[in-house]
């Protein structure tokens, strides 16, 4: 008798045993606490919807569902032409769940709608840790032309601007054809939301132009312990998901969703996405940029910026063109190789050892595109990784003289109304 019930007993247990192992393979619920959860934030009511790129990197990251491991969490925020909507991809389904969809259109370049949506995956979809997919188009730290949301949600929308994307976002609201002339979201307004959704984040990867410079980094310094982005111009097509899902995302090493992303580009296979367009990416690790900013700002009292005087940054590598086509939108010069320039050579060398104690991972194709002409490309130079793939801005006397031009007027004037510009000492220079 003792023996049968040992072996009931056994039996019993293994039931149990095998009931939990599925459970386990099974995906999270709401409420239940993940390792990671990874906001895919689409912001693509826009000349990127319009040409259905958030449809083909939802296809990537469904292709990729497969590797999403248990204890992990895949949700998608999606605002294109109808009303936005919340997924979950799991590994289980070949399709995405559901979980929640607006009424009625809403404007994603919003922070107060950015801080909506991450409230309901704090509270519905929490983690011990969260990783930020910003995905949109985006131009970096400068000013945000348009920040009338309201007037892109709802049934219509107006207050339009005739300018091609600035900041972060671009949502043209249910009647803006997908154009790229609508509202936007400043930086530091992003930073303010995420602070109030009360979520941190391992990182912030930006799929979107621009953004991987110090002026961006520092201010959301307190908001992720990194930061992963392109100081460039990016191909259309973005990152492609279905690596980054498996190898990318939910990595332990935020860097690896910028080595993926690099990988990517260069690989054979992907050019029918990406062709020779080029990229230039990094990560940076936020708790490094005080250390930064104080070495610089003690440096740069003895620069060559002292006395408002504009340097020569002919031969500096620069990530994006400063010319009419692009609005006049600033050079993001190579952090690396503006510092040889500004600074004399004892204040470069402390100064950059400061800079390579921020960038964990940087690494660039030979060449990149920088417009506006097919022709014009940026040589990067590789061999010898004198580069980081971050920017900064350099003020220069160009920048007021042309502040007729662009829609931003003075960017000397925008820059001194950043964190950085304080934090770093610039105001030492007369700028």
């Not at 204890?71 to 590994?91: I, K, S």
């Not at 700002?297 to 590598?317: F, H, I, T, Y």
Request: aromatic fraction near 10%; include cysteine; hydrophobic fraction near 35%.
């Amino acid at each position: 008798m003792k023996d049968i019930r040992i072996l009931l007993l056994l039996a019993v247990l293994g039931c149990l045993c095998a009931c939990c192992d599925h459970d386990d393979n099974k995906s999270l619920r709401p409420g239940e606490t993940a390792q990671r959860t990874v906001l895919i934030y689409m912001c693509a009511q826009n000349s990127l919807g319009n040409w259905n790129y958030h449809a083909a990197d939802s296809t990537e990251i469904m292709n990729a569902h497969a590797s999403i491991a248990p204890d992990n969490r895949l949700l998608l925020f999606l605002d294109d032409n109808r009303a936005p909507r919340l997924y979950q991809v799991t590994a289980e389904d070949n399709e995405p769940k559901l979980l929640e969809q607006w009424d009625t259109d809403i404007c994603s370049a919003s922070p107060r709608r950015l801080q909506e949506v991450l409230e309901i995956v704090a509270k519905d979809y929490p983690a011990r840790e969260y990783g930020l997919v910003m995905w949109s188009h985006a131009d970096g730290w400068i000013p945000a032309t348009n920040t009338n949301y309201p007037a892109f949600e709802g049934p219509s929308s107006g207050n339009r601007t005739q300018l091609r994307p600035f900041s972060f976002g671009i949502d043209s609201g249910p009647t803006g054809g997908m154009g790229d002339n609508g509202a936007q979201m400043n930086v530091d307004e992003m930073a303010q939301a995420i602070a109030d959704a009360g979520i941190h984040c391992r990182y912030i990867f930006f799929d979107a132009c621009l953004m991987q410079n110090l002026e961006v980094a520092y201010a959301l310094r307190h908001q992720t312990d990194y930061i992963v982005a392109s100081p460039m111009a990016i191909p259309a097509a973005g990152s492609y998901y279905t690596n980054e899902v498996a190898y990318g995302l939910f990595s332990q090493d935020p860097a690896d969703i910028a080595r993926t992303y690099l990988q990517d580009v260069q690989a054979a296979e992907l050019s029918h996405l990406y062709s020779d367009y080029g990229l230039a990416v990094s990560c940076l690790q936020t708790d490094k940029l005080e250390p930064l900013a104080e070495a610089l700002k003690e440096a740069l009292p003895r620069s060559v910026l002292a006395g408002r005087k504009s340097p020569d940054m002919s031969q500096v590598l620069n990530y994006q063109t400063y010319c009419f086509n692009f609005y006049y939108r600033p050079h993001n010069y190579d952090v690396r190789q503006s510092l040889a320039v500004l600074l004399d050579p004892a204040d470069t060398a402390r100064v950059q050892r400061a800079l390579d104690e921020a960038v964990t991972y940087y690494g660039a194709t030979e060449r990149f595109w920088i417009g506006p002409k097919d022709e014009d490309y940026q040589t990067v130079p590789v061999a010898t990784g004198d580069y980081r793939a971050v920017s900064l801005f350099v003020p220069q006397q160009i920048y007021t003289d042309k502040a007729k031009s662009t829609p931003h007027g003075d960017l000397n004037t925008s820059f001194s109304q950043t964190e950085w510009y304080k934090a770093a000492g610039f105001d030492a220079t007369g700028w």
